[in-house]
T-cell receptor, first 109, second 112 residues
Framework: AQRVTQPEKLLSVFKGAPVELKCNYSYSGSPELFWYVQYSRQRLQLLLR??SRESIKGFTADLNKGETSFHLKKPFAQEEDSAMYYCALEEGGSEKLVFGKGTKLTVNP | EPEVTQTPSHQVTQMGQEVILRCVPI?????FYWYRQILGQKVEFLVSFYNNEISEKSEIFDDQFSVERPDGSNFTLKIRSTKLEDSAMYFC??????????FGQGTRLTVV
């Protein structure tokens, strides 16, 4: 069973438009959730994690336990935001990350 | 900024051959991981390594796979007899006590 679902494989927006990348998870305990980003030809890097409640590069993500979601949002997309975005879950008692399939975001000029 | 380094960046091998993928984790990190990503699919966990032993492994990580940290710095993944379906991008990651996982740039393994 898929534990992390990113329903959009591709997402295309124009510069300055709001963007939301969806992530839903399936886990009965208290998960730790992350967004990782992979820019073209670069390594996977952490964008943000739910426990820190930070805003990184203008992105925010709120954990909604009722909807089991952790959607990534940015009010005004920039061209340099174009990348692959992966939602990931770390289960309690485990150190491994369970990744979603990723969403490729393209921000058009 | 410290980085996880993987070598080689691309490895082509014949089916049935052994391959060793190498990783230099960030020094003072304690947890080490291998993940793989088959083309077009999700990043999948293979194995985690802590305190010189495997702490967790997935069902993908069968007897053909092994990991070791032979000299306290390098962290290697060995595939004993490669199969076509082992072709994938392999990512190493390391994690400190109070940090997130940092990933290497990956090794693309092509089995022909």
């Amino acid at each position: 069973a898929q534990r992390v679902t990113q329903p959009e494989k591709l997402l295309s927006v124009f510069k300055g438009a709001p963007v939301e990348l969806k992530c839903n998870y399936s886990y009965s305990g208290s998960p730790e959730l992350f967004w990782y980003v992979q820019y073209s030809r670069q390594r996977l890097q952490l964008l943000l994690r739910h426990i820190s409640r930070e805003s990184i590069k203008g992105f925010t993500a709120d954990l909604n336990k009722g909807e089991t979601s952790f959607h990534l949002k940015k009010p005004f997309a920039q061209e340099e935001d174009s990348a692959m975005y992966y939602c990931a879950l770390e289960e309690g008692g485990s150190e491994k990350l369970v990744f979603g399939k990723g969403t490729k975001l393209t921000v058009n000029p | 900024e410290p980085e996880v380094t993987q070598t080689p960046s691309h490895q082509v091998t014949q089916m049935g051959q052994e391959v060793i993928l190498r990783c230099v984790p960030i020094s003072n990190h304690l947890y080490f991981y291998w993940y793989r990503q088959i083309l077009g699919q999700k990043v999948e966990f293979l194995v985690s390594f802590y305190n010189n032993e495997i702490s967790e492994k997935s069902e993908i990580f069968d007897d053909q796979f092994s990991v070791e940290r032979p000299d306290g710095s390098n962290f290697t993944l060995k595939i004993r007899s490669t199969k076509l379906e082992d072709s994938a991008m392999y990512f190493c990651a390391s994690e400190g006590v109070y940090t997130e996982a940092f990933f290497g740039q990956g090794t693309r393994l092509t089995v022909v």
